[in-house]
Structures are given as C-alpha cells and as structure tokens.
C-alpha cells in the first residue's frame, strides 16, 4: 500500500455573483507548488463557515473552509470508495487542503464528500440524503448535508515523479444561508430556535433520499413525505437574537421562481409566520441568502405572531 495525495480545489458559484477564475501558484503544507482557482468576488463553497466573513450580506460574500474531521470518498481503477483523510489539525480551518488514502497504484479520477461507507461501491449510484429537517450548530458551524462530487484535474509532479493530484469539486445541491435580525421588535434578546421554509406543494421535491453518478453528475431524488418543507433548527451557544443570527442548510435543486414560500420563525418567546414570493429557482452549486428582517415583517398584513408557550421548534 501507499498514500497517495490529493490536493482538493473547487469551482463553485454565488448567486448574483459573477465568477472568474485566477490562476496562481501556492504551495501548500508538504511545500509542493500546485495552483487554486479563486473566485473573483467570493470565496468558494467549502465545508464550514469562516465566521469573519460569512455575516457579510452587503457584498454576498460567504467564506467557507475545510477543518480536520472532513473526509471523501475516492474512486479510481479498481479502487472503489477508499477513504482519504486530510492533515489539518483540530485548530486549522484551510481554503485548500491535502487529502491522503491508501489506493495502491491506481489513478484516482473520482471523489464526494462526505464520506461513507455506506455511500456504495458503484461510483454510478452512490448514495446520500437530504434530510427535511437539518440543525445548525453557532458554535462548530458546520454545514448539515453538504456534497460536493469531484474529478482528476491535473497530475503533481516532481520531475517525473508524481507527487499528488489536483480535484475540483462542485456543490451538488443548493446551499441556503438563513439569517434572522430581531433587532427592534419583541423577540430582540430570545434565542432563535428554528426557521421553517414551506415552498408550494406541487413541484418542489426539495428533500429526500439520492443517488448521483459521479461520472455525469446526475442526480436522482427519491423525495420524502414532507418533499416541500425545509426545517433549519439553531443550536449552539450564539443563537440569541441580540444581533443577526445566521445558519446554513443544503437543499435540493428546484425550480419555484415567483412562487410563494410560506416562513415560520421560531423563538423563545414568539412564532412569526408570514408568506413572500420567491424570486429565483434553486440551482446546484449556489448560495442562496434569505435575510429576514422581523421588523420589516411584524404588523404587516397577512402576518402572524404567536407566544410560543413550549419554546420549542416546530418541524
């Protein structure tokens, strides 16, 4: 057996926003030169939030890096789903990463994130889901739900010594990133609990089991009995609605532009529940912002405000 590394890129895409790519040369932990595509007005999709810039609603930006506990599944000649680990340590969090797993002499040419074992061998149908109702943590900011697929982009030498591999991976799902600003009303200072997005019944399978065939990258969604309702619960310790509070969820695509998607904001104290029309489809690989600003809301027709006497979510 050897180690064989990867050095993992991604091309990615923000809504809104229009991307080119720089090339330029880094180098990265084992001082090899390898070179990153950069996004020109936003950082790329990685795999958990950079708290410095992922508030920055202003300029669409939305930093999100790789840490020590990620891990992706390889495939490559006759290796089929070998696991490959990266060397950052618990404290890094790293735009690029180097990514090592035993794959004997084979070329790798596919990979997904997040590995699993029980993601399959048949690099055609491996297996993932999204789940209806997803939990993001203020503390560790991780990403519930987020796949990425990825392809053999370039060949590291050292003379003609092959050192690694270069893969850039793409976003296979949409990503939502859901802020909630109490700032001014009656639920400033309570602890925001959940955000309940319910998109029109008929054609938004928005949740469910899937397989996606790294080779085409088609995917193929089994939707689940709620495939319409998206339930974002808040946990950690910076929930408390003395300011923003952003989370992250992964959502299938579809399409739903000028539909009405009914929001219900879960606190402590309150239960907000309004509709609004939704101004774009949902595509694979975007970032899409849904700022709620509660005073823009509250008192408005059509709009409701509960007690909430259990203080708990409703999903």
């Known amino acids: 057996m050897k180690n064989t590394i990867i050095y993992i890129f991604f091309s990615a895409a923000v809504l809104f926003t229009s991307c080119n790519a720089k090339e330029e040369p880094i180098k990265i ?16 999709t990685k795999t958990i939030v950079d708290e410095s810039t992922s508030h920055d609603y202003a300029s669409g930006r939305t930093g999100l890096m790789w840490n020590s506990e990620d891990e992706i599944g390889v495939f490559g000649g006759t290796a089929t789903n070998v696991q490959f680990r990266n ?3 618990s404290t890094q969090a790293a735009g690029v990463a180097s990514f090592t797993g035993e794959i004997d002499d084979q070329i790798p040419e596919f990979a997904y994130y997040p590995y699993s074992a029980k993601a399959g061998t048949d690099l055609t149908k491996i297996q993932g889901e999204v789940p209806s109702v997803q939990t993001f943590d203020t503390d560790t900011r991780r990403i519930p739900s987020d796949y990425k697929i990825g392809g053999l ?6 003379g003609e010594t092959i050192t690694g591999y270069e893969f850039y991976f793409t976003n296979i799902l949409s990503l939502f990133c859901v802020g909630v600003d109490a700032t001014g009303t009656d639920l400033a200072g309570s602890e925001l609990k959940s955000v309940k997005l319910t998109f029109p019944a008929t054609g ?11 080779k085409t990258r088609a995917i193929s969604l089994e939707a689940s ?4 309702v998206m339930t974002l619960n808040y946990s950690g310790s910076k929930n408390k609605l003395n300011e923003k509070v952003i989370g992250y969820m992964s959502c299938a695509p ?13 606190t402590s104290s309150y239960i907000v529940t309004f509709s609004t029309p939704l101004k774009t489809d949902f595509a694979p690989g975007f970032i899409y912002h849904f700022p709620i600003t509660l005073k823009d809301w509250i008192g408005k027709e059509g709009v409701t405000m509960t007690p909430n006497e259990g203080g708990t979510p409703t999903n």
């Open 254 to 266: 579809f399409s739903a532009s000028g539909q009405n998607v009914t929001i219900e904001v879960t």
């Open 204 to 214: 938004a399978l928005a949740n469910g089991k899937f397989t996606i065939n790294l």
């Open 29 to 44: 932990n084992d001082g090899k030169i390898a070179i990153i595509a950069r996004m020109s007005e936003s950082d790329v």
């Open 87 to 89: 060397d950052l340590t």
């Open 225 to 228: 009995t709620t495939p319409n």
């Open 153 to 158: 982009s370039k060949t590291v030498k050292d």
